[in-house]
């Protein structure tokens, strides 16, 4: 079966830093992968969503690259705040006659003052 | 973006009772709605997949009697656990998919469930 592979240990970074999140799966390729952001207690709010032939999606201070080969994606989020501080989710969809998605288990970020 | 609503935010219920849950999209129609269930530290796992106007696509392992799922409009999905007991206490999650969102899918608020 599927699995998607995230940082299990918390990451943490000092303020104005890069934070660099990965998700790894194993398997086929899903036909898009999105990110996430967590907060405690609430549900998941939507960031960004990359297909599998691009490569690279920015947002403001967000960047997600999707590399099929190493069946890995990677977000970034430049001049990091401690308002970024919650968990992101990696969630890959897979067209199986309907899309159905997937999730990590997520990775803690906690931005430093 | 679109917004989903899930009704109670929390609830407490005894043991052997049932709960009903409510997802709405309030801006946009859904003949898909899914229901996602999260413990502590753990990643989201789905449950079931709601579709409007039949029954409900149910996970593997997912007891279909206990967790119901009625999907009577196009933007009204409930999920009502019966006979509840206290290994169900956990955060309940709805998404659905808007149209013309490129396959985005939005999260209600979730909803925590305790039964005592």
């Known amino acids: 079966s599927q699995k998607i592979e995230q940082n299990s240990e918390a990451l943490n970074i000092q303020e104005g830093k890069t934070a660099t999140l990965t998700c790894n799966y194993t398997n086929y390729s899903p036909a898009y992968l999105q990110w996430y952001r967590q907060d405690p207690g609430r549900g998941p709010v939507f960031l960004l969503l990359i297909r599998e032939n691009e490569k690279e999606k920015r947002k403001e201070r967000l960047k997600v690259t999707f590399d099929t080969t190493l069946k890995q994606s990677l977000f970034h989020i430049t001049a990091s705040q401690p308002a970024d501080s919650a968990t992101y989710l990696c969630?890959?969809?897979?067209?199986?006659?309907?899309?159905?998605?997937?999730f990590g288990a997520g990775t803690r970020l906690f931005v430093k003052a | 973006g679109a917004v989903v609503s899930q009704h109670p935010s929390w609830v407490i219920c005894k043991s052997g009772t049932s709960v009903k849950i409510e997802c709405r999209s309030l801006?946009?129609?859904?003949?898909?709605m899914f229901w996602y269930r999260q413990f502590p530290k753990q990643s989201l796992m789905l449950m079931a997949t709601?579709?409007?106007?039949?029954?409900?696509?149910?996970e593997q392992g997912v007891e279909k009697d206990k967790f119901l799922i009625n999907h009577a409009s196009l933007t009204l999905s409930t999920l009502t656990v019966t006979s509840a007991h206290p290994e169900d206490s956990s955060f309940y999650i709805c998404?659905?998919?808007?149209?013309?969102?490129?396959?985005?899918?939005?999260f209600g608020e979730g909803s925590w469930l305790t039964v005592v």
């Open positions: 998404s659905a998919g808007a149209p013309g969102s490129g396959n985005t899918i939005y």
């Open positions: 801006d946009f129609q859904a003949t898909t």
């Open positions: 709601s579709n409007e106007g039949s029954k409900a696509t149910y």
């Open positions: 969630a890959l969809a897979y067209n199986t006659g309907g899309f159905k998605t997937i």
